[in-house]
């Protein structure tokens, strides 16, 4: 009984040789196989399981096979190519907008180091939106009042020119003499009068012109 | 085919030498074609996905290394392909009643009953299984090598190539493909022959 136990144990060693190629089918022949019917059906499995392998007919590619490989690599490799050169320009983006980034960052975290180091200035007040619009209104203004004197001065040019030596206005007299009362509320007549004369006073070609008399 | 070979037909295809990669193609198209029908089991779908293997090996040709066998780094990449390709069908169940047409059709083109139940039993078979089976009965590779196709160990290699043989194995001798196995009629002793008549 040992003694065909350990047979056993040495038949599936070597079937398993045979299976692995390292023995030839023809090893699974042995005494042992006489007197064990177990290890004769597994040789002769085994044996069957091989031819039956050995049977199997060659799998070939269909034909003309690598022709249609190649013309699909060299695409392939064109798309490639194209896909590293996309990679390579986002990067070299990435890489600009970082460096840009940097150096904004940079130039911005200066200033509040500026700041703090001169000896003379407060402490900064935190930022408010109040003084921010504050800021913001006073550079417009700034803006603004340059446009607006480029615009007036051909006007202020103007009255240089006709600002022309002539008579001093007139004064109109009214008869009777109306004493002028204290109070700031003048009539309607005399402030009519006036601003005849500043009229007559500002645009100098009508002094020429010959006094109506009221 | 030596690995220097290998290498130096390597070193022309980065070069990008097309009569190069016509030659690498050819050398491997059998392997790569062959694993291709055993794992998808279906021709088409292998056709395809052949073609994208070496689409595939082609890309990465630069990152091979010169120091080891060209032929399981293709196989391995062959076996990524089919893994991927059906784990793809899973996901097209509608694929799959063709897959099985497909299937079934092809062990009828094998006269031999003995080859079509072997192929029966191996495409029924677990994937991982499958891929030790074919690559070691049907391509030929080593324990080393296929360990290095499919990034396992040895142990697990064999492990798992065993209990492929044993599927098989289990089945023919159900389905009664092994022949009688009568023992060899012993020759007995003319003198303890009984005596008739």
Redesign the interface.
Known sequence: MNETLTSCEQFEDAI?RV?DGDLPPAALAVPH???C?TC???????V??L???Q????????PG??T???P???A??RR?DVRRSVRIAMASLAAAVVVAFLAIHNRTADRPAMVVKSPSLPNAAPPSVGRSFADAGSAVVSLTRRATQESLSPARNLFASLDTPRPLPIPISASPVVVPSASPVQPITNTAKRALNLFIRDVGGFASLPQQKS | MTADSDAELVSRCLLGESAAMRVLVERFQNDVFGVCVRLLRHSQDAEDVAQEVFVRVFRSLNRWDATRQLRPWILGITINRCRTAMAKRVRRPELVDHLNETASQKPEDDTHELTAEIRTAVDEMRADYREVFVLFHEHGQSYEEISATIDRPVGTIKTWLHRARTEILTRLKRRGLVPPTEPTPKKVPEHTLPVTG
């Open positions: 398993h299976l196989v006489e007197v019917p004769r059906e597994s040789a002769a499995t085994v069957a399981m031819a039956g392998l049977a199997l007919p060659p799998i070939e590619p269909p096979f690598a249609r490989v190649l699909a690599v060299v392939e490799r490639s």
